[in-house]
Nanobody, 114 residues
Framework: QVQLVESGGGLVQPGGSLRLSCAASGSIFRFSDMGWYRQAPGEQRKFVARITSAGRTNYADSVRGRFTISRDNAKNTVYLQMNSLKPEDTAVYYC????????WGQGTQVTVSS
């Protein structure tokens, strides 16, 4: 069974940067599309970024140009580099693996505040 473990969240000032990591167990990582989603208090979970098994990427309009998703198949890990962070980026960030079904991580809190 695949498990996802996120790390790298924390408190950062506006304009700062963070890098989130999501490590996957199992052998299907390299064949899977990986994504990041986020959920702010009182809101629904929303798409942030995705990288396909072939390495193609797409982003939500709100983060395009500031966030970069990447993957390292040798380490079974997907990353989300977040730059120029804004208070509205504050949320719990979830990693998603999609291959015939969806697997979610437990989430990591990102707080952008001065």
């Amino acid at each position: 069974q695949v498990q996802l473990v996120e790390s790298g969240g924390g408190l950062v000032q506006p304009g700062g940067s963070l890098r989130l990591s999501c490590a996957a167990s199992g052998s299907i990582f390299r064949f899977s599309d990986m994504g990041w989603y986020r959920q702010a208090p009182g809101e629904q979970r929303k798409f942030v970024a995705r990288i396909t098994s072939a390495g193609r990427t797409n982003y939500a309009d709100s983060v395009r140009g500031r966030f970069t998703i990447s993957r390292d198949n040798a380490k079974n890990t997907v990353y989300l580099q977040m730059n120029s962070l804004k208070p509205e980026d504050t949320a719990v960030y979830y990693c998603n693996l999609h291959r015939f079904l969806d697997v979610w991580g437990q989430g990591t809190q990102v707080t952008v505040s001065s």
